[in-house]
C-alpha cells in the first residue's frame, strides 16, 4: 500500500515535469518547399522562425502559414529542415520588439509589444501570458509577425525605457531585523521598525 501510494506520487511528479516541459516555449526553424513537378522541377525554398511548445505543433503551425501566403499545403509540399534555435547569450537581459497580429472579437488586430526578458522565448511566453490577460487572445488567435533585439535606442515604450536607466534601485519594502533566538518575546513594548 504504501509503495504504490510512493509510485503514484512519483507518477504525478514526471507528469507536472512534462506539463511544464510542453508549456515552454521553443524557437524552431524549419525550411519547406512544394513538391517538384514537371512545371517547376526545383521550386522556391522558403524558411521561417516559429515558436511552438514541440516540432509537432511547429511544423503544423508551419503548415499554415505556407497555406495562407503560398497556398502550399502538407499535401503537395515538403519539409527539408526542422531545427530548435537556441539563445547565444541566456544570461544578458535583453529587450525585445514583438510585432503580432492577433484576431478578437470584433476584428484583426496588428500590435507591437516590447519586453525585458534574457531569451527570445521568454519574451514570447511574456507577450502570451500578456494578451491572454489583457486582451482575452488565446494562443492560436495569436499570429507572431517579427520578433526583434532591441538597442536602447530604438525602445519606444516608457514601461520598458524605465528599466534603461544606469542608477537603477528596487526599494526594500519590508525588512525584518533578526533577533537572536535568545532574546526573542512574544510580545513586545515597541512595534517592529521594518523601514
Given amino acids: 500500500e ?11 511528479r514526471r507528469k507536472e515535469r512534462k506539463m511544464a516541459d510542453n508549456n515552454a516555449m521553443k524557437e524552431f526553424m524549419i525550411i519547406g518547399r512544394h513538391n517538384p513537378t514537371e512545371h517547376m522541377p526545383e521550386p522556391k525554398v522558403y524558411r521561417m522562425r516559429i515558436f511552438a ?5 511547429a511544423q503544423s503551425r508551419f503548415w499554415y ?15 527539408i529542415a ?12 535583453k529587450s525585445f520588439g514583438i510585432f503580432i497580429r492577433y484576431d478578437s472579437r470584433s476584428g484583426t488586430h496588428n500590435i507591437y509589444k516590447e519586453f525585458r526578458d534574457v531569451t527570445r522565448t521568454g ?12 486582451h482575452r487572445a488565446r494562443q492560436s488567435y495569436i499570429q507572431i509577425m517579427r520578433v526583434q533585439e532591441l538597442a536602447t535606442k530604438d525602445v519606444r515604450r516608457s514601461y520598458t525605457k524605465q528599466y534603461l536607466k544606469g542608477n537603477l534601485h528596487f526599494p526594500l519594502p ?15 513594548r515597541s512595534r517592529p521598525k521594518t523601514h
Fill in 2 to 12: 504504501r509503495r504504490s501510494a510512493e509510485e503514484r506520487s512519483e507518477r504525478g
Fill in 53 to 57: 511548445n514541440d516540432t509537432v505543433r
Fill in 65 to 79: 502559414f505556407m497555406n495562407r501566403l503560398y497556398k502550399i499545403k502538407r499535401s503537395n509540399g515538403q519539409l
Fill in 82 to 93: 526542422t531545427h530548435e534555435i537556441f539563445e547565444k547569450k541566456p544570461l544578458k537581459v
Fill in 123 to 134: 519574451a514570447v511566453n511574456q507577450m502570451y501570458m500578456d494578451m491572454a490577460g489583457r
Fill in 174 to 188: 519590508r525588512r525584518h531585523s533578526r533577533i537572536s533566538k535568545g532574546k526573542r518575546t512574544t510580545f513586545s
